[in-house]
């Protein structure tokens, strides 16, 4: 064996291991991220239920309790069983070939690709909900219900906004390192 044979193959050895760290630490990130936002999910589902559970036990439910209910008793059954449904991957070996990192992280932004269409359908159907509940409140409510109605237009509407600009920004950079990934797999 020749010296430069010898130095090809200790080269090889150290980028591996460079990889392999480099590799291991984006995959930790992922995780974290991840953690994050399920938590987040549960924080926010939790509120959700003490806010109406305080309301309906105390009997102090009013127009604004009466018109987001409906909204979250379907919004959160939904919204968790896509999550629960979500097939858990476990990266073990991710670190040791980039093969199987760029098919882990294609899964998980294939799976974010998906959470941003279900956020921008969930958005449409708040505001559907919204012009629904107005037209509603506006022939049968009076005054506390009208305005109740109107503030529930004006978040879905700025939530429209705020999802389109969101979802936008997320999904060019989510289909910018999809193709990254896609060029890693050789597909």
Known sequence: MNFDDILKDAWR?????????????????????????????VALTLM????????????????????????????????????????????????ENVQSYAKLRIAQLRTGLRDLWLARVTAWSLLAYAIAANVGVWTLGDADWRAA????????????????WFGRWRRRALLREYRSMKSLTGA
């Open 13 to 41: 050895g150290e980028s591996r291991h460079a990889a392999s760290v480099d590799l291991s630490r984006r995959v930790r990130r992922q995780r974290r991220r991840h953690r994050l936002l399920r938590a987040l999910e």
């Open 48 to 95: 959700a239920v003490l806010v109406f559970g305080h309301a309906l036990a105390s009997g102090r439910i009013g127009p604004p309790h009466w018109l987001l209910l409906p909204f979250y008793l379907v919004f959160l059954p939904v919204a968790w069983a896509f999550i629960l449904r979500t097939p858990r991957r476990f990266g073990g070996d991710v670190a």
């Open 149 to 164: 109605g109107l503030t529930l237009l004006g978040f879905s509407l700025a939530w429209i906004i705020g999802m389109s």
